[in-house]
């Protein structure tokens, strides 16, 4: 187990840091990436920010389910409990439309931008979560339509520090993490590591397996553990490397056929960055990076009808991809109101899959991007910023894009901000070349997704009490979409079923750019309160209204309403603590089929052993009121023939206690 090795030795070199130094906590590393989010907040986006003591708090497992319960206005609905595929959505968009970042490495998969890659990151790694909301395009490229989320990873200090924890839940989980942080010199240093698995709990309804689907827990087993190692030349000028590997067992959960289906995962995240500071009015920084995202597919079926013997489908199938790049960006400060940045993204990607038939596959993109800021001085509190982007694509698909955005501070008490853009999509590699012999085929002649969006936001703040509430517009232009046609070269005909059913004879599922323009509108309304006796609460909620031009049907899997109340009462002088979140999800299709309209309770406690808290118990109830609900619509096969749809239902009530040691 590399990430339990990756903690011992961790430990083992904190007493040696220890005597380094006893200097603050470094909170910035480098100065244009780390403070990327905010600058651009300050100009008119949204961002939500999620402390490491909130998730730790929470008591979550895995990422996902911190950005569910903690991220106002960010749905996320975790197919079959932790580690495992999300919906997800923001601002009316779909899952495709976010783009998912580690330590500012874009991790979305190009394979399939419909699988999200929040299956193999534990929560204890995590620093701080940044997710901005709305088209970012401008800085962030391809897919972010709708919003950003970046995971930031345990950071450099100059004083150490460190935590081990151990863990178990009523899905016989079973957890270990930890990390240390320290330096000696000019010298930075974080090692951390964690392991994470369990057998699961069973993901579909009884009345939904079939009797060859004899697979009836979803497990997971996932070791994590990452490297930084940091030199400051000067003040000014600082180099980081980082290194993150990850080794991953997940279930691949179907009520149909399956004895046995994992994906075996190995995923490694390879950056390193120089950042300067050359003058008070230029800084720069320049980023390398490498991601390997390797994953090898097991699947074992049973007979039908069931007898006792079994068949290979897939034994050691390969499908992953390797994407490297380059990005540099400058910021130069030319007079006090006045800021330009600048910079270029290089970005190549190959992939391949055995398992749908995706022939090797590379991509490249360079994308030159500049933007301008300025400071007014005639109104207090007014910031406007103009930048463009062109993405030039090998073959065909090169994309321009523009963002103005603005913020006004109105007074002590109330302030506006606002923004205007376009964003894209480029089609991934299963759109465009998939080819599944019995029921998918890809289409190399899509076009890539082009929106345009429009934001507007009015907020307030007060000594304990803030508030926002915003308007949102997108129009998408030539949405990507499933279409299931008639396969002419097939014997026979599609029978009764017609071609509604994928996985009917003579028909087959493929790829089109739709005609007419989706459009996605609604609102947000956001308020914290910060309360007396250290309790704090923020409620979100999100209207939306995302459909293709013409017709009355929201798109799949993009609830119409959410909302989410985050509860936390933590007293610095008393022993122990706790939280509640609600979560509530309106109504959502998938398939055609209506689900959703649910609430699911999530109670956490933790209590300090010691007087200084560096000891601590922590637990997590989840889904305090068992509610028995659905995160999506699949489709399966019946042994007697035929297919059917089924509900992948969410984790029913759970409880995880952990114990954690902070030095």
Known sequence: MSAIAMIALAAAASPALAQATDRDTVQIWGHLEETQAEDIADYGSQLEVITAEQIKNGGYEDASQALQNLVPGLYVAPKNGPFDYVNASLLGGRRVDIIWLVDGVRISNRLYTTTTPLDSIPAHMIDKIEVLKGGQSLFYGTSAISGVVNIITKGFSNDTKGELSLGAGSDEERQINGYVSGSIGNHHLVAYGSHDEAKGFQPFRDSDYQPSGTDRHRGYDVDTFGLKYGYEFSDSMKASVNYQHTDADVDFAQPFLVYREQNRRKEDILSAKLDWDVNDQFSLYVKGYYHWWHTHYDELDNHVPPDGSTDIVYDNAFWGFDDYGVNVLGQYKLSPNWTLLGGVDYQNYNGEDQVFLISHQTEYVVAPFAQVRYDAPVLKGLRLAAGVRHNAVKGDGDATVYNVSGDLQINDYLHARGQVGTSFRLPDAYELFVVDPCCEQGNPNLKGEESTNYELGLGGQGSWFSWELTGFRRKIKDLIQ??????????????????????????????????????????????????????????????????????????????????????????????????????????????????????????????????????????????????????????????????????????????????????
């Open 482 to 663: 499933i279409i299931t046609l008639v396969d002419t070269r097939a014997v026979g005909s599609p029978g009764n079923y017609g071609c509604s059913d994928d996985l009917v004879r003579g028909c087959y599922d493929t790829f089109d750019n739709n005609g007419s323009p989706v459009t996605a509108e609604g609102g947000e309304l956001t308020m914290t309160a910060q309360l007396p006796n250290a309790i704090s609460a923020t409620f979100d909620w999100t209207h939306s209204k995302t459909e293709v031009d013409g017709t009355s049907g929201q798109i799949a899997d993009t609830p119409k309403d959410t909302a989410k109340l985050i509860f936390d009462w933590s007293p610095a002088d008393m022993p122990f603590g706790g939280g509640l979140t609600v979560n509530y999800v309106g109504d959502t299709v998938g398939r055609g089929v209506s689900y959703g309209n649910y609430t699911v309770l999530d109670l956490n406690a933790r209590w300090y052993l010691t007087g200084d808290r560096k000891q601590r118990l922590n637990l997590r109830v989840e889904n305090i009121t068992d509610e028995d609900y659905v995160t999506g619509i699949g489709r399966g096969t019946l042994d007697a023939g035929g297919s059917y749809l089924y509900d992948n239902l969410g984790r029913g009530r759970s409880v995880f206690v952990n114990y954690t040691v902070a030095f």
